[in-house]
């Protein structure tokens, strides 16, 4: 399964917060044995968002949009999805009827105690997800989330962003096998190794440095037993920590 991310923000953009969503998602989607084959930042801009995104699902298994919810004036991933999609907005019930929940929770009352006519919160603009689409409460936050065809979108809080995706997750997977080791070789002692490795083995193999003195080396194959047998010849040829 071949999974793009796509993360949303301008404050990304400025170094003004982490692209921690990406880096976790991925690892997420590693271990489930998919293969994230494209990642990518881009501003708070509807047009962008939305020609990525239809260029995007017809590229790919899956993509996954993080970021950009709410009801903000720089919020403008989900109607962008739309758009991607050639749809409109809609408020679904189930939304509507978790939104206040939301803030009868918040406000600490019952939910049916909470007159909607009360709420000073436009609740079209922080939950109506593309028409047709799948939504996905959010466990931790206010704002849904949505499935539209192959694209999955999700808030932009790390906590509401994993949240989210562990509601999905059994949607994800793949072929993909990959084993990890260290050695204690300089990376620039690997290179004809691995150019023998790469010539032996239809198999990836990538070669991480450390500061610390202990370099990693990954393989990457969809048959465990073929990723097994290149670890063993790649053990074999380079220095390991325990030796």
């Known amino acids: 399964m071949d999974v793009a991310i796509v993360t949303v923000g301008?404050?990304?953009?400025?170094?003004?917060?982490?692209?921690?969503?990406?880096?976790?998602?991925a690892?997420?989607?590693?271990?489930?044995?998919?293969t994230v084959v494209r990642m990518l930042t881009i501003p708070?801009?509807?047009?962008?968002?939305?020609?990525?995104?239809?260029?995007?699902?017809?590229?790919?298994?899956?993509?996954?949009?993080?970021?950009?919810?709410?009801?903000?004036?720089?919020?403008?991933?989900?109607?962008?999805?739309a758009d991607a999609f050639?749809?409109?907005?809609?408020?679904?019930?189930e939304v509507?009827?978790?939104?206040?929940?939301?803030?009868?929770?918040?406000?600490?009352?019952d939910a049916d105690a909470l007159d909607p006519e009360e709420i000073d919160l436009d609740l079209a603009a922080w939950g109506a997800t593309p028409a047709g689409a799948r939504p996905l409460l959010n466990p931790?936050?206010?704002?849904?989330?949505?499935?539209?065809?192959?694209?999955?979108?999700f808030p932009g809080p790390p906590a509401e962003f994993e949240a989210m995706f562990a509601s999905v997750a059994e949607e994800f997977g793949g072929d993909a096998v990959s084993e990890t080791f260290e050695t204690t070789a300089p990376e620039g002692s690997l290179t004809g190794t691995l150019a023998t490795f790469r010539s032996r083995f239809d198999l990836a193999v990538g070669s991480y440095p450390s500061t610390?003195?202990?370099?990693?080396?990954?393989?990457?194959?969809?048959?465990?037993?073929?990723?097994?047998?290149?670890?063993?010849w790649l053990r074999e040829r380079v220095?390991?920590?325990?030796?």
């Open 10 to 25: 301008d404050e990304i953009l400025a170094g003004d917060t982490r692209n921690t969503n990406a880096e976790w998602l």
């Open 27 to 34: 690892r997420r989607l590693d271990e489930r044995g998919a």
């Open 44 to 81: 708070d801009d509807a047009g962008l968002i939305a020609d990525t995104v239809a260029d995007w699902a017809r590229q790919f298994d899956a993509v996954v949009v993080g970021g950009g919810l709410g009801g903000t004036h720089d919020d403008v991933t989900m109607a962008a999805v």
């Open 86 to 93: 050639g749809r409109e907005l809609t408020l679904e019930e």
């Open 96 to 109: 509507r009827e978790d939104l206040i929940a939301h803030l009868a929770d918040y406000r600490g009352v």
């Open 140 to 153: 931790e936050g206010l704002c849904p989330g949505a499935v539209v065809e192959n694209v999955y979108v």
């Open 212 to 232: 610390e003195g202990r370099n990693r080396l990954k393989v990457t194959g969809d048959d465990a037993e073929a990723v097994a047998e290149g670890v063993e």
């Open 239 to 243: 220095p390991r920590p325990d030796e």
